[in-house]
């Protein structure tokens, strides 16, 4: 999934780079529409919270969407014994995505141990999870936010996510920075928060190498890059490298 090029991509082959995310309040009505929209979209995944798996997960049955879930959403204060039984509860609703949020508080103050605990016992506690550790970037300097992604990679989360999208958006440098720490490991970049123009920055993020978009509105950031591919923009017959 590393080495790809995005850029001539259809619509259809360029849903499965992102992610419908149900993390606010929404009727079920909407919720309904969206798992619909995200089947037709061609996307990875959607994300619900716990009370929502049995409006989502009969829909995107049998599609080959995942069901994915966050802890710790969005401080990311919960003890990592706390954060560790969570995800195994949430695992047995048959949820196979897990997103968690550091302690973003404690790599602020310095206390890596924090930061190591929770997501070895996170990532213990769910071995066959796709695993998405959220650094919420925004709130970090280039130092703790080196640090923080070198902890996932060390402990083998499948993603290092840029934010929980509750606060300010990740800079295209902090975007960079993380894909470049990434690219020689197994794990992956996942990019939240985009902020707009959001079709542009969410193209150009995974030109840069992000492998994922989670959004709570991906079907428009699809539409828009695809009208900008039709207009000639993005557009090239050179290979990715990425």
């Known amino acids: ?11 259809h082959d360029l849903g499965q780079f992102f992610e419908c995310s149900h993390v606010s309040f929404n009727p079920k009505e909407k919720i309904i529409e969206n798992c619909h929209k995200a089947i037709e979209y061609n ?39 706390v954060k560790a039984y969570n995800a195994q509860k949430i695992q047995e609703l048959g949820v196979t995505n897990i997103d968690f949020v550091i302690n973003y508080r404690a790599a602020k103050e310095g206390n890596w141990d924090i930061i190591e ?81 959001k079709p542009q920055n969410a193209f150009i993020y995974l030109l840069a190498g992000a492998r994922r978009i989670g959004s709570q509105n991906p079907f428009e950031m699809l539409d828009g890059i695809d009208e900008l591919r039709e207009a000639g923009i993005f557009n090239s017959g050179q290979p990715d490298e990425r």
């Open 117 to 197: 605990e929770e997501v070895e016992k996170v990532r213990h506690a769910v071995p066959e999870a796709v695993l998405k550790m959220i650094v919420e970037c925004c709130e970090l300097n280039d130092e703790e936010l080196g640090k923080v992604v070198q902890i996932g990679i060390k402990n083998k989360v499948n993603y290092i996510k840029s934010n929980t999208g509750q606060l300010k958006g990740p800079t295209f440098h902090q975007i960079k920075m993380m894909a470049d720490m990434v690219r020689e490991t197994d794990t992956l970049l996942k990019v939240s928060g985009v902020q707009s123009p």
């Open 43 to 81: 996307l990875a995944g959607v994300y619900c919270n716990p009370y929502e798996v049995p409006i989502v997960k009969p829909i995107i049955e049998g599609s080959g969407l995942f069901l994915g879930m966050s802890l710790a959403f969005p401080r990311g204060i919960d003890l990592p014994d």
């Open 1 to 11: 999934m590393k080495n790809v090029d995005v850029r001539n991509m259809s619509k």
